[in-house]
């Protein structure tokens, strides 16, 4: 199945004074599974690629909704798809539903680069092959 | 001009490891500068939403990109224009600039409505007046 | 044993240009720990507490010592322990360890207070009991 | 006069699901006035020491004291003094009062370090000597 999960729950360092999660905190969270992603399936750690490698996969464009709120203490179930491998860059779907609701839609293009020249490098073969099992068509 | 503009420098807690903006921390400045517009601008402060009225304008979409990195340092102009005024919402385009280059562009669609029935409620006029001073065309 | 203990990964966003962990986010991954310690062993959750109880445990000191710096992608050992048990306040001891260093050794005190009044107010029986638990001799 | 003042205001992303500020956002703005101290009064900004000198000055410890809570909307007067300079350290004493009333009180230990060996380095005298102006007998 082409879609990695991953459980997040929600901290009160997330919500705001409206007692609902505070937008960029969503962001956060998002990286958090995009990171937790190339970890555990694309096989290459965040650690690996900033401290080793010296690359990096910044943010270039996203698209966001956020149909309903999120409270304190809910668990979201996030869920991660390729939309659409370039080159060296990724087209991303997260999204996070709890209770049945939608609660985030996310698109998301990363963009793989060298730290050193910060310009744009083809993604290695033995990142785009674990990559490309998430592909949704 | 229908513009509200704001310089936001980058601090140290907005960089990361590639020493570059992270990009949740970029929503948390576009977040303070339409906090600073809201006050300065519209003239109903989040705290006055908040903690008097019981309303709040949470965040239904975004759209952004960022087609360069800004670095710890850097001051970046920001600029706010309305595109769209709805009944209870309102879109919003908001783009950041550093030495003639664009760092953000964002599009954003918030919604005005009460903390307490967390249902969308229509602008109240002395909201809706200075607002639509910042249509652009 | 009195001890409760968390495994807390540093993340991309929790680090510095300087690739170490920025110690504001130290204090926000600390806060996440006293979260899950309210909610699993103590049985009352920040959700219940300021959602339903309308009740609140915020910081009123702290002391923190960071002997050496966490790096991306490490998962440290946290551990929380009691120090003191007032009428309406707790001392928290709260470390963190990785590969047999200390990195963070925090003291903290938090008071329990009415989120209506903004007073302290003691600790109902209900939490009293299982934080006395965890109490150090 | 050996004090370094720095108004901050407190913004939505500040406050917690309480109404007040989160703990951790105020080792946030503590850490902006800081790095406003060294590119205003000391003479080098944060970018010249990591992106120049490959130097930088993690926080070693820190004590914090919240004797009141601070709400979205007010303006603290944070000023910051010089209680000790050692070698390659230095302490500082930050405090924030909001009409009239003490809010924060944090005393910080920082340590000038070289990037590239992780180790601690004597304060260069450009710095040095601008740091003992803020010292209080």
């Given amino acids: 199945m082409p879609v990695f999960v991953s459980p997040q729950k929600i901290l009160f360092q997330h919500c705001d004074p ?10 956060e969270i998002v990286n958090a599974v995009v990171e937790q992603w190339f970890e555990e399936a694309v096989g290459v750690s965040f650690a690996q ?3 080793v490698r010296e690359e990096g996969v910044p943010t270039l464009k996203t698209e966001a909704y956020f ?6 203490g809910e668990t979201l179930q996030f ?5 659409r491998m370039g080159t060296s860059s990724v087209d991303l779907d997260i999204r996070a539903e709890c209770e049945g609701e939608v609660r985030v839609e996310v698109k998301i293009t990363l ?5 050193i020249t910060g310009k744009s490098k083809p993604w290695p073969d033995d990142m785009r092959g ?6 949704t068509e």
């Fill in 18 to 27: 409206a007692r609902i999660v505070f937008y960029p905190r969503y962001f």
């Fill in 49 to 51: 690629m900033h401290m």
């Fill in 67 to 72: 149909p309903a709120p999120s409270r304190l």
């Fill in 79 to 83: 869920s991660l798809r390729v939309i």
């Fill in 111 to 115: 963009v793989h680069i060298s730290n």
């Fill in 130 to 135: 674990p990559m490309m099992n998430f592909i």
